[in-house]
């Protein structure tokens, strides 16, 4: 039976980073290195200062950094060292070409795949640890047969991540579930146990789910529809709250306690962000479009139609509240993460609520207790063209607190839960004494008591809730 010594992981992301990291953590003895082609982000892994903001990663990296777990951008040397290797590179919607805005972009895993088949000098086990389209490990076991030989023999098995950004750490140390795929070969189910062995190092044994290859693919794809369906399904929901004076959180409390149905992921919002749900439901759009399948496509398609609606229907609310024009208006958004607990800024709401808000002259001035400015600058870019980076720095100011970003301004706009942003942690009643009058606030996260707020002074408007009701 094959006993896993040594791992590589290439792609050193928000996957690829905490997932190895705890691997070291709990399995002493196994020797994992993380790779990446790119040197700042191996040199922030290997500093004090860590790429990416998770809470717990810190204490886990640095318990094992330098005993069992490595950082380095030597790719093909953690490749030959290692007896399996996790593929965990960035696999986004094709920007240009066909199926732009739509189909993975598969380019990052065929490089890796290549690498690994190039240089590999002995037999491997090759885990996709990436979300990828359903039958993508055919197209690496194409690649990677093309250079085995008789010493040297590839397995693939499909790995997929369930982690949240946020609570990455906690979820990696105690998962749901592990879900390993593998073909059902002698050889694929050996190697399947191989990955078992490594995983019930601390997770239970009846937490790990082994399927054949293609069910574990297509579930990984399946869970992220299924879960950003339920938000769109609370936001689509949250629209006739607004107009009938249902409560939202009501309704949603009302259906989660159906065991059926369950509380979670019910949660109205301005809208789902993130790198993965809309990806991964393209992806899904995608997949059912080539095997023929319309219907299948078109009924995916709806929940990332409802998300773009629930941001423009936010912002149709803000600019009719605030006198049909926020032209020279000050509007102060509260977080630009696209949720809590995390510096990560990909496809978050913040990003296309605050492009509206600039096209129509309004001054934006942001604050998030995580994001960096560069970051934000570079979100708000338009990508190719020139100089819009230095338009984006006029017209957004970037503050350094919630108080400093409220100054002076008509409107406050939550956006992130920041729980630093709650009304029991942030003094509204100063937020309120700065802003310039009426002073509306509107809450895109269902994070306070309007009631409260509406004593201060403030007029308060609530995704999901009518004010009349
Ligand atoms: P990321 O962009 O943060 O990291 C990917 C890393 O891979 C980058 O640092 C990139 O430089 C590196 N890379 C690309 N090609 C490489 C190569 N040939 N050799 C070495 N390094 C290479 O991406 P991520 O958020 O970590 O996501 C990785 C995958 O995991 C994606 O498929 C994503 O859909 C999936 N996933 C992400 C999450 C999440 O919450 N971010 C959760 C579950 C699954």
């Not at 949250?238 to 259906?255: L, N, P």
């Amino acid at each position: 039976m094959t006993v896993v010594k040594n791992i590589c992981c290439i792609g050193a992301g928000y996957v690829g980073g905490p997932t190895c990291a705890v691997l070291a953590y709990k399995c002493p003895d196994i020797k994992v290195t993380i790779v990446d082609l790119s040197e700042a982000r191996i040199a922030a892994w290997n500093s004090s200062n860590l790429p990416i903001y998770e809470p717990g990663l810190d204490e886990v990296v640095f318990e094992c950094r330098g005993k069992n777990l490595f950082f380095s951008t030597n790719v093909d040397a953690a490749i030959q060292e290692a007896d399996l290797i996790f593929v965990s590179v960035n696999t986004p919607t094709k920007k240009s070409g066909m199926g732009a805005g739509m189909a993975a972009d598969l380019a990052y895993i065929e490089s890796a795949t290549r690498r690994i088949a190039e240089v590999s000098t002995s037999s491997k086990i090759v885990v996709e640890k990436s979300t990828v389209p359903c039958r993508t490990a055919q197209s690496m076991r194409t690649i990677l047969d093309a250079n085995s030989t008789s010493e040297i023999h590839f397995d693939i098995l499909s790995n997929p991540e369930f982690l949240a950004e946020g609570t990455a750490i906690k979820d990696l140390l105690n998962p749901d579930r592990v879900l390993i795929g593998a073909l059902q070969t002698e050889s694929g189910i050996e190697a399947q146990n191989a990955l078992v062995d490594v995983y019930t190092h601390w997770v239970p044994k009846e937490r790990v789910i082994t399927t054949n290859l293609w069910s574990s693919e297509l579930s990984k794809l399946a869970a992220n529809a299924m879960l950003a369906q339920r938000i769109s399904s609370i936001n689509a929901l949250s629209a006739i709250c607004e107009a009938t004076g249902a409560d939202v959180d009501e309704v949603a409390f009302a259906c989660g306690k159906d065991t059926r149905l369950g509380s979670k992921f019910l949660k109205a919002s301005v809208g789902f962000g993130g790198s993965c749900f809309q990806k991964d439901i393209l992806n899904l759009v995608y997949l059912s479009q080539q095997l023929n399948l319309p219907e299948v496509a078109d009924y995916w398609q709806q929940v990332v139609i409802m998300n773009e609606y629930q941001k423009k229907r936010f912002v149709r609310n803000i600019i009719s509240t605030l006198f049909n024009t926020i032209t020279n208006k000050k509007i102060a958004v509260l977080g630009f993460a696209f949720k809590k607990d995390t510096g990560d800024t990909r496809e978050s709401a913040a990003i296309t609520l605050i492009k509206d808000f600039m096209q129509e002259n309004a001054r934006v001035a942001i604050y998030d207790p995580k994001v960096e400015p560069q970051q934000i600058y570079m979100d708000l870019s338009e990508p190719g063209v020139v100089d819009t980076q230095k338009e984006v720095e006029k017209k957004v100011q970037i503050c350094q607190s919630a108080y400093e970003a409220a100054d002076g301004a008509d409107a406050v706009i939550i956006v992130t839960e920041w729980d630093e942003f709650r009304d029991d942690q942030l003094d509204y009643s100063k937020i309120y004494a700065g802003m310039h009058k009426p002073a509306f606030l509107f809450d895109g996260r269902l994070l306070i008591n309007a009631q409260k707020l509406r004593q201060i002074g403030f007029k308060v408007s609530v995704i999901g809730k009518n004010e009349l009701a």
